[in-house]
């Protein structure tokens, strides 16, 4: 399916290569751009079945209800597609171990097990450096999200397997103006968080820090910081 905007252009699912798979793992993290993924691969008819996995810091607790409210939100929407339950694996962030680290070793264990054709992941590019300079968005471990070139591809192999990413080229405003065009702004869009803060500056995670990067994007492409907390989503 072919999405344009204003702010670009994404051909979903559209390569040959793509089409002959069926199921797809996708990585979620509760974020606005890896649920507008979500969304595009159950508005395709070739897919039939995705499983949502992610990593969950010990520091960071509160992030999985927003994965489980963002599933569940795809499961009523689309209860013709097999959505499979979360596959989430909590570790701890250090110096030697980074979150890539866990997100592999799901990865590999996915692939072992041969339940995978193919990883899809929500990754958008920054804004230009002018955009991050004015809104104060310093990005320190986020540089890896500017100036894709041409060598990077939206699909490359990954252990034999590919992991496809859609948005690559295509920074938030370009996933903003899709949750308008498909009407995701009243139901979607509240069950996504994008502050990356820790407890103290989120008082819990109740509110958003206002501060991180993620927070600052957020705002500047959907013009409002995270609107709701953990607990709405506590059942
Ligand atoms: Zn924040």
Known sequence: MIYEGSYGTVNFFEDSYLKTHKRVWV?????T????????LCREPSIEEITPYTGIETSRPKHIYFVNAIV???????????????????????????????????????????LVDVFVQGMTSNPSEQVMIENH???????????WSD??????????IGLYRPLLFVTKQFVAEMYQKLNLMDDL????????????????????CEKCFWCLE?????GTYDLNNWKKFDK
């Not at 990585?27 to 974020?31: A, F, H, M, T, V």
């Not at 751009?33 to 595009?40: K, Q, R, W």
């Not at 968005?137 to 100036?147: D, I, L, P, V």
């Not at 957020?218 to 959907?222: L, S, T």
């Open 27 to 31: 990585s979620i993290s509760g974020g």
């Open 33 to 40: 751009d890896s649920a507008l993924v979500f969304e595009m």
């Open 72 to 114: 569940d939100y795809f499961r009523k929407k689309y209860p013709n597609k097999v959505i499979r339950d979360v596959v989430s694996k909590t570790f701890e962030v250090s110096k030697d171990v980074r979150k890539n680290f866990f997100i592999r070793k799901i990865q590999q264990d996915a692939i072992k097990m041969g």
């Open 137 to 147: 968005m310093f990005a320190k471990n986020e540089n890896r999200r500017s100036g």
């Open 151 to 160: 060598k990077d591809q939206v699909i490359h192999l990954h252990a034999g």
């Open 189 to 208: 869009y509240p069950l996504t968080t994008s502050c990356t803060g820790y407890a103290e500056e989120t008082k819990d995670w109740m509110i958003p």
């Open 218 to 222: 957020r705002k500047w492409a959907f």
